[in-house]
């Protein structure tokens, strides 16, 4: 018998490690790969935050920072947010984390107690069901359809509510869809949980990659709620394990003793590097990969439709299309693997996001070049007999 604990138990693997495995196995036996599963972009770090980080291990700058974060960073941070929402918010209020999980980890310890819920959208990011599982928290899983854009809505949030609600947590753009929540929509989400006295946290991991609008945040609606993000996604810098929180202001000595606490900071080289990941030169990278990711989804959307995958809300934002097959299968994990073997395309299997619909939906990352897509619509087209 084994002595692990019960959370260990309750918390599931991620399918898509399960393809990612197989994909590999695949690939040592010398069979060509196309990953369209992963959450991250081919891109590599920007130039600039590399340098940032040469220069920070030249100086020895190896010691803890601040359990915040280091101040200049903090800063740069809040400028971003003058810079592309034309809001002022007070360094004091930026929390830096490791990585939005360390971020989503830490809101949920500061708000939950054990044997509360938060409200949050199936289909959705997986790992935040578990962050709630090892504080003895839940998730209350609402299910959302295409019709809504996959996000929760104020009348559903009156539907689920339950007496132990302790708040909601929404992300725009979402993982898996792409989607994103309209202002009305946070509007609306922010005032049923004001009338509840509960929290909102919005996961805005994505807002640098929205392509045919100007992203929202939540603190242009709602300067309570706590915002996640991450350099990860749009800066490029998923192992480097750096993100923030904006928290409202009575709630950041309380994240500095759980920081002090759980991580003592972030990792300090990441924080030098992403400094610089907001110096002009690096942002017009980012712009210009941020172009590139549209014109992949601008070609992979009706590329998909043309095949006979549903997508019932396109993608505006994130790199993912979020695909309904029940016109070829009706169990994703099987349609996945058998591509896989099939065809040596690797996608994600909807189970990985929830149960709503999972067995007949399918992640679908635009995270490869391309020439590469459209090697795999190809080979899609064999696949599926077009
Ligand atoms: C919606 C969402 N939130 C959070 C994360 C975690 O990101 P990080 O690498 O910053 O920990 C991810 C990663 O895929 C994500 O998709």
């Given amino acids: 018998m084994s002595n692990f604990a ?33 959450g991250e972009p081919d891109f590599g770090t920007p130039e600039p935050v590399l340098a940032a980080a040469q220069q920070a291990l030249s100086d020895q700058l190896t010691h803890y920072t601040p359990a915040l974060g280091l101040p200049e960073l903090r800063q740069a941070v809040a400028d971003y947010y003058k810079q592309r929402y034309q809001l002022d918010i007070s360094p004091e209020r930026v929390v830096i984390t490791p990585g939005a999980s360390g971020g ?46 996959y996000q929760m809505t104020a009348e559903l949030l009156d539907q689920y509510w339950q007496a132990s609600s302790r708040g909601v947590l929404l992300a725009s753009p979402s993982n898996p869809t792409g989607t994103l929540a309209s202002r009305e929509q946070l509007q609306n989400i922010s005032d049923a949980v004001r009338k509840r006295n509960g929290f909102l946290i919005v996961d805005e991991i994505y807002d640098g990659l929205v392509y045919d609008q100007a992203p929202v945040s939540i603190l242009e609606i709602d300067d309570q709620a706590y915002v996640i993000n991450s350099f990860s996604k749009y800066f490029g810098m998923t192992g480097w394990r750096i993100g923030w929180i904006i928290a409202p202001e009575n709630a950041v000595p309380n994240l500095e003793k759980l920081i002090q606490n759980i991580f003592i900071a972030a990792p300090t080289l990441a ?116």
């Fill in 104 to 149: 989503l980890l830490l809101s949920f310890a500061l708000l939950c107690n054990p044997g509360e819920n938060v409200l949050m959208s199936d289909p959705g990011y997986p790992c935040n069901r578990q962050f709630l599982r090892l504080i003895e928290a839940e998730a209350q899983l609402v299910p959302v359809n295409a019709d809504n854009g």
């Fill in 271 to 386: 924080q030098q590097a992403a400094i610089a990941a907001f110096q002009p030169a690096c942002l017009e990278i980012l712009e210009s990969r941020k172009k590139e990711l549209k014109a992949r989804r601008d070609y992979l959307l009706p590329e998909l439709t043309a095949l006979g995958f549903k997508v019932g809300a396109p993608s505006d934002g994130a790199f993912f299309i979020y695909a309904n097959i029940d016109k070829f299968s009706n169990d994703s994990e099987a349609f996945c693997l058998k591509l896989l073997e099939e065809q040596g395309i690797a996608i994600t299997p909807g189970i990985d996001f929830g149960s709503h619909f999972a067995s007949t939906h399918v992640r679908i990352a635009y995270t490869q070049p391309i020439h590469r897509l459209q090697e795999a619509v190809e080979r899609l087209r064999l696949a599926l007999g077009k």
């Fill in 6 to 38: 019960n959370r260990v138990t309750d918390i599931p693997p991620f399918q898509v490690m399960k393809v990612l495995a197989r994909a590999k196995q695949l690939e040592a036996e010398g069979r060509d790969i196309i990953h369209l599963e992963v």
